[in-house]
Each structure stands twice: as structure tokens, then as C-alpha cells.
């Protein structure tokens, strides 16, 4: 059975809007008119095989990148044009998590998703420390508060990043490659905890990722980027396009076969 | 925005309305709490929260809160109004208040700290002795094998720290015979004794400021450059690679750089000297003494043995300055910061040793009579 369909929150409000994006460094460019919504409360995946440009989409999309051509709205507000204080309001409506994680090596974990709430919002500290510990707890860190990024493992330090992506309770969160380098067991965990992000929390996640294990979990609708094209091949709900899609490529990649006849 | 109210009675009741979010809470958290304490005291609180529009993680917080306090307090809350949303946000809140933390109490008493303390200092000291051996023996084959020696990089780092050097090496030596012949001159005028600033600016330059000098910019320049670039190679596990393919860190990363430190140090020292004289015959030129005249003066005054004192110290210390960068480069430990602290050291501990080993020059050169 579908579970991702099911959970899905069948709301239609568009959360981010892509019109005609184009990027590209300098004369090189990557990725051509780009057309596609994230609606509110679906795990939306960014396929993809690598150097295609699923991570420089993402930040784009996180406003690091500013696009050669074309817009991203983020709850209707242009991330690329804003500045000042609709930057920040919408800067506040996101969460990301890095690649790496990209925790601050001199702050204990505890320090690090409290971080956001320090700089964003007045709550007294005890309350700011509570949703800290909270966060930890929803990714099941919460006794280790007190530890520094450096004395724990790769797949804690990516889960507590999730925790300070999520301090402020963004409307988006983005997740770049969450399950890149954990062990299976670690990355179920990861895609559990991001399928009920999505389900208790109603959140909207936008995933990078190429774990096959993890589109299928967590995918309620994927896009697919072709680095010959520099276009989208295939969206649509990941078992469906496995099934049906006309694409070899996007068949090969879904099944994970290094020729369509090996996959037949 | 948030809207609340409280009202007195058994039990005490509270309600709200509106947005709790994070930024919505924080301004009424302090004023909220105390209503509850108010109205409920030790008794049963009611919160309504039929009106309340949307509520996050910090909403639950502050509900969390309200729970906890009156808990302590001996008395109980009843929540009305509960949605699916905000009962999975105070989930993970209830959760972890009954975690322990799993790092054990920090209590150590002092003479374990102190036993802590001294063990690292010997450590130190060990880590330094083992890596002067470690390098001394790289140091041995790069002399009995030059072939292995990777020239190339060698090259490379001698441009970095030497020919990129000329320009701040060019100002400093420039404006430090400037000041030199100057401040000299006033003094040296009142017995009409100018021609004599040539002398004291060129044994000044060549035996003792020339070298001093360029050993703290490459000290700063490239000794900080050597820890930090080693530093992230060691943090970005680097040097790891290079152990399990075989390569000895220390002949691949350390060697190259110590051979270009000790190459280039005398090279810049020299050209430091000329430079240095350069700008003092300039200001004696403004005091009326020909520039032919004054190096006329500075050669009678300094022989070679002047100058290859100074260029055998610059070679000690441009060996110091490298290994010590690279040193603190390989001590690294994890982290942003710890590149940071290991540069520092290496620029402070530079500098340290250039002032002890001048010293130690000093003493040598008075007994051998240079």
C-alpha cells in the first residue's frame, strides 16, 4: 500500500512556487527553466544522478544562490529580491540541514538548536533551553544535551541538525542528503522521524537525496533532474514513474539497474 | 497575536486565543506563569485552548510550562481544547523531562585535576621530543635521498613564503632603515659625527634587525599558513588519508616546508639588508651626506663575517618558523577552532623560540669572538 499517499496531507496550498528558473555559475549553466510547486505538508524529493544539480537547486531555493533567470516564492514572497525584513520573515518560515550537518563545533548540542531561537524570538532562556531539549528529544537526542558536536557520531550529528533546522518551527524544512553515509538501520530511523515530522508536525519537507531505500519511505512526489537536458524528466509520485514512466533513465535510476535489460 | 485571560476560582481557569508561536510567546511567558500561579495557587487549573489558531513547538513550551509549574507546586492543569497538532508538540516535551542526561556529573576533585594538568604538560613535551625525532629522521633521509624529496612542492612553498613575501618584506626593511638612520642622525648630529649613522645601521641590520625582523613576518606569514593549512588537512582527515596510503605525513606535508622555510629565510634576509640600507642612505642623502659616501662608510664598517652571521641565524630561524608551524599544524585536534587555536600557537611559539635562539646566538657569537 501507499503509505506516503495515504499520510499525505491533501492540502493544495502552495508552499514554494519555481517559475522558468534557470541557474549557473558564470557562463556554465545547469539547470534551464525550471517549472514546479511544493504544496504545503508533502515531503517533496529532488532527484537526480550526481553533479545534475540537486544540491545547488536546493540552495536556490534557500536563497544562497541567486537564480541567472526565472523566481522562487516561498509563501509568495520572492527569496532572490527580498531584503531586510521580509528576508528575515521569510528566512523564518524555513529550516535547513546541511550535507554535513554543519553544527558549531564550539557549542554543546543543546547550544546549537537553541541558537535560532536566541537570535529570532524574546522567550526567557528557561523557555528557549525546554524547546531545546524538546527538539532533541523529537529526534531522540535528548540526553545528550550537554555533548559537543565532536563526541558524537555522523548519523547523531545529521539528526541534531534536524533539531536546530527545526527550532522555530519553520512552515520548510529542507534536508540535504539526510541519510547520505548512516548505516540502514540509522537511515529507517531518519526517514521515520521525517515521515512524522510531516504527519504530527504538518510540516513541509523538501529533500535532496538518492538513497533509493529512503525516496520510496519518504516520497510523496518526486522531480527528477537530468544533467543532459538541464531540465526535469519525470515528477510525479517515485512507484508510479518506476512503473510506468516512458524515460529508461528515470527507470533505470528507480530500479536501480545498470541497463533497462538487466531490469526487465 | 496572543490573547489571554485568567480568572480566580476552584478551579482557577485560563484562556487563550490567537497565535502561540515563538514569537508571540515570548512577551507574555514571565506574565503568564505568574497568572496561573495567581489563580490556581495549589488547586485545578483550566486552559482552554478552544480559540487558540495555531500553536507550535514554542507554544507547547509555554503550556508544558504551565503543566510543570503547577505540578510543583502540588496542584494539576486540565487542558480543554486540544488539537491533534498541539498534543504531537507537547509530546516530546513530556519526554524529555524524564531523560537523564547521559554525560556523568562533572565534580572532579582538584588533586585529579592537578595529576590531569601535569600529565598533558608531559604529554606536550613528549609530542614535541617525538616529533623532533620523527622529523630529524625525515630530515636525515631528505639529505642521504634527495630524490625522494618532493621538489615540487618544495618549490611551491619557497614561492608562498619567500617571493610573495617581497612586497610586505620591501616595506618593513624599507621604512625600519628609514627610522633607524633617522632617530641615529638627530642624535648623531649634535657632534657632527652623521657619517658614523652608516655604521651603526648596517651592524644593526645585518647582524641582529635584518634577520629578526624577517623571522617574525615569516612568522606570521607563513608559519600560520604552514599550522592552518595542515590544521584542516588533519580536520578534514587528510592526514589520515596520506598515513593509510603509506606516505609518511611528515616526509609528504612537513619536509617540503622546512627545506623552503631554511632556503628562503637567508634569501629574504639578504634582500631585507639591502633594502634596510637602501632607505637609511636615502634619509642621510637628506642630511647631506652623498649615497656614494655612505656605502663607501657601510662597507668599511661590516665584513662578510657580518653578514653570514646574520644569514646563518635567518636560516635557524626560518628552520624554527616552519617546523613549528608544522608542528602545531599536526597537533590539531577537531574542529573549526581548533585550526584557529593551532595557528595561534604556532605564531606565539614561533616567536618564542626566535627570541630564545637569538639569545642563544648572542652568547655563542661573543665566545667565538664574531
Not at chain 1, 99 to 105: E, I, K, N, S, V
Amino acid at each position: 500500500m501507499n503509505v506516503a499517499a495515504t499520510n499525505r496531507a491533501g492540502s493544495d496550498e502552495v508552499v514554494i512556487r519555481v517559475e522558468g528558473l534557470t541557474m549557473g555559475f558564470g557562463s556554465m549553466v545547469i539547470m534551464e527553466n525550471l517549472d514546479f510547486t511544493v504544496r504545503a505538508g508533502e515531503i517533496f524529493v529532488i532527484l537526480g544522478g550526481s553533479g545534475s544539480g540537486k544540491s545547488t537547486l536546493l540552495k536556490h531555493m534557500i536563497g544562497l544562490y541567486s537564480p541567472v533567470a526565472g523566481r522562487i516564492l516561498i509563501g509568495g514572497a520572492d527569496m532572490a529580491r527580498a531584503e531586510g525584513a521580509e528576508r528575515e520573515n521569510i528566512l523564518r518560515q524555513v529550516g535547513v540541514m546541511y550535507q554535513m550537518g554543519a553544527l558549531f563545533g564550539s557549542m554543546s548540542l543543546l547550544e546549537n538548536v537553541r541558537l535560532p531561537l536566541e537570535v529570532h524570538t524574546d522567550l526567557p532562556l528557561e523557555a528557549m533551553n525546554r524547546i531545546a531539549r524538546a527538539k532533541l528529544q523529537l529526534v531522540g537526542l535528548a540526553e545528550y544535551c550537554e555533548f559537543m558536536p565532536s563526541e558524537i557520531s555522523g548519523g547523531m550529528q545529521k539528526r541534531a541538525a534536524i533539531a536546530r533546522a527545526m527550532a522555530l518551527d519553520p512552515k520548510v524544512l529542507f534536508l540535504d542528503e539526510p541519510s547520505a553515509g548512516l548505516d540502514p538501520i540509522t537511515s529507517a530511523e531518519l526517514d521515520q522521524l521525517i515521515r512524522r515530522l510531516a504527519s504530527s508536525l504538518g510540516m513541509t519537507l523538501v529533500v535532496v537525496t538518492h538513497e533509493l531505500a529512503s525516496i520510496f519511505a519518504i516520497a510523496d512526489r518526486v522531480i527528477m533532474l537530468d544533467k543532459e537536458t538541464r531540465s526535469i524528466i519525470a515528477e510525479g509520485d517515485p512507484r508510479v514513474l518506476r512503473d510506468t514512466n516512458d524515460h529508461p533513465w528515470v527507470r533505470r535510476f528507480l530500479r536501480r539497474s545498470e541497463t533497462e535489460d538487466l531490469s526487465a | 497575536m496572543l490573547r489571554y485571560s485568567a480568572q480566580e476560582g476552584t478551579p482557577g481557569r485560563m484562556v487563550f486565543a490567537g497565535r502561540m508561536d515563538a514569537y508571540s510567546v515570548g512577551p507574555v511567558w514571565a506574565s503568564v506563569l505568574e497568572a496561573a500561579a495567581r489563580v490556581a495557587g495549589t488547586g485545578e487549573l483550566v486552559v482552554d485552548l478552544s480559540d487558540v489558531s495555531y500553536c507550535d513547538g514554542a507554544g507547547a513550551a509555554l503550556l508544558f510550562s504551565l503543566e510543570h509549574s503547577a505540578t510543583q507546586r502540588g496542584g494539576a492543569v486540565r487542558m480543554h481544547g486540544v488539537t491533534k497538532a498541539i498534543e504531537g508538540h507537547l509530546k516530546p516535551y513530556r519526554e524529555a523531562e524524564a531523560v537523564v542526561s547521559a554525560r556523568p556529573p562533572q565534580d572532579i576533585p582538584w588533586t585529579q585535576r592537578l595529576r590531569q594538568g601535569v600529565g598533558s604538560v608531559g604529554l606536550e613535551i613528549f609530542a614535541q621530543i617525538a616529533f623532533i625525532g620523527e622529523y630529524g629522521s625525515a630530515l636525515m633521509l631528505a639529505i642521504r635521498y634527495p630524490r625522494r624529496v618532493r621538489w615540487g612542492d618544495t618549490l611551491r612553498v619557497a614561492e608562498a613564503a619567500g617571493f610573495q613575501a617581497l612586497p610586505i618584506v620591501s616595506l618593513i626593511a624599507f621604512l625600519l632603515g628609514v627610522i633607524l638612520a633617522f632617530q641615529s642622525a638627530i642624535a648623531m648630529r649634535q657632534f657632527g659625527a652623521e657619517i658614523f649613522v652608516a655604521d651603526l645601521v648596517a651592524i644593526s641590520l645585518l647582524r641582529e634587525l635584518g634577520p629578526l625582523m624577517m623571522a617574525i613576518l615569516l612568522a606570521g606569514r607563513s608559519g600560520a599558513a604552514f599550522a592552518a593549512e595542515i590544521g584542516t588537512m588533519k580536520v578534514n582527515e587528510e592526514v589520515n588519508a596520506l598515513t593509510t596510503m603509506g606516505l609518511d605525513p611528515v616526509r609528504f606535508l612537513v619536509v617540503p616546508k622546512i627545506l623552503a622555510g631554511v632556503f628562503v629565510a637567508p634569501l629574504l634576509t639578504l634582500y631585507a639588508n639591502l633594502i634596510g640600507l637602501l632607505g637609511a642612505a636615502l634619509v642621510m642623502r637628506g642630511f647631506g651626506i652623498p649615497m656614494v659616501a655612505f656605502f663607501n662608510q657601510v662597507s668599511g664598517a661590516v665584513d662578510l663575517t657580518d653578514l653570514t652571521s646574520g644569514l646563518v641565524k635567518a636560516a635557524v630561524f626560518g628552520l624554527l618558523v616552519s617546523s613549528v608551524g608544522c608542528l602545531r599544524g599536526l597537533q590539531t585536534g577537531t574542529g573549526a577552532a581548533a585550526v584557529g587555536r593551532s595557528t595561534t600557537s604556532a605564531v606565539v611559539s614561533a616567536i618564542i623560540l626566535i627570541v630564545i635562539a637569538d639569545g642563544l646566538f648572542a652568547v655563542l657569537f661573543y665566545h667565538l669572538g664574531i
